[in-house]
T-cell receptor, first 115, second 112 residues
Framework: NAGVTQTPKFRVLKTGQSMTLLCAQD?????MYWYRQDPGMGLRLIHY???????AKGEVPDGYNVSRLKKQNFLLGLESAAPSQTSVYFC??????????????FGPGTRLTVL | AQSVSQHNHHVILSEAASLELGCNYS??????LFWYVQYPGQHLQLLLK??????LVKGIKGFEAEFIKSKFSFNLRKPSVQWSDTAEYFC??????????FGGGTRVLVKP
């Protein structure tokens, strides 16, 4: 049981380049989330999904797109990277059931630098 | 809008000292509250959670937190810290049915 995994772990992009971050979970969770972590700002929600085929905007969605074609995978895309997107990105998943509510399980993170 | 605030950004203490980290949330009604820990270079892990019932919640590694509804607070405590408790601690909360909101985090450094 690997939990939540993310690829890649590190990436350096030039301004204007594109990339996709992959998140996978093997806990059969319905809900998945993408956060970015910046110093002193905690985690801010970028996009989330409440089930396969659904996506929704979070607190800071601009410049990002997501897709949830399969229940276990949640992809985060940057179409044209900007230096302001330099951050650590975390994926999380949750069951939102009557036992665990919205307890979220996190992946190891992706450290992205945009030059 | 719902918000979670952590007033201490950095805490430095010696081993065996007691630790208390403050967390306040902004919304009334039913709330679910969490404390997560992030050790250096690692992902967030759940320390403890409060959904309902006993307001004193015990978590892993000797941590506990008290939910005080009248003060909108959910402070984290540990009676005696160890060097291995050096980490960043995040409080998070949600009003029923809403999204989880994180505080800004508190970096804790425990000196050996």
């Amino acid at each position: 049981n690997a939990g939540v995994t993310q690829t890649p772990k590190f990436r350096v992009l030039k301004t204007g380049q594109s990339m996709t971050l992959l998140c996978a979970q093997d806990m059969n969770h319905e809900y998945m989330y993408w956060y970015r972590q910046d110093p002193g700002m905690g985690l801010r929600l970028i996009h989330y999904s409440v089930g396969e085929g659904t996506t929704a905007k979070g607190e800071v969605p601009d410049g990002y797109n997501v897709s949830r074609l399969k229940k276990q995978n949640f992809l985060l895309g940057l179409e044209s990277a900007a230096p302001s997107q330099t951050s650590v990105y975390f994926c999380a998943s949750s069951a939102r059931d009557l036992i665990t509510y919205n307890e979220q399980f996190f992946g190891p993170g992706t450290r992205l630098t945009v030059l | 809008a719902q918000s979670v605030s952590q007033h201490n950004h950095h805490v430095i203490l010696s081993e065996a000292a007691s630790l208390e980290l403050g967390c306040n949330y902004s919304y009334g009604g039913t709330v679910n509250l969490f404390w997560y820990v992030q050790y250096p270079g690692q992902h967030l892990q759940l320390l403890l959670k409060y959904f309902s019932g006993d307001p004193l919640v015990k978590g892993i590694k000797g941590f506990e937190a008290e939910f005080i509804k009248s003060k909108f607070s959910f402070n984290l405590r540990k009676p005696s810290v160890q060097w291995s408790d050096t980490a960043e601690y995040f409080c998070a909360g949600e009003a029923a049915g809403n999204k989880l909101t994180f505080g800004g985090g508190t970096r804790v450094l425990v000196k050996p």
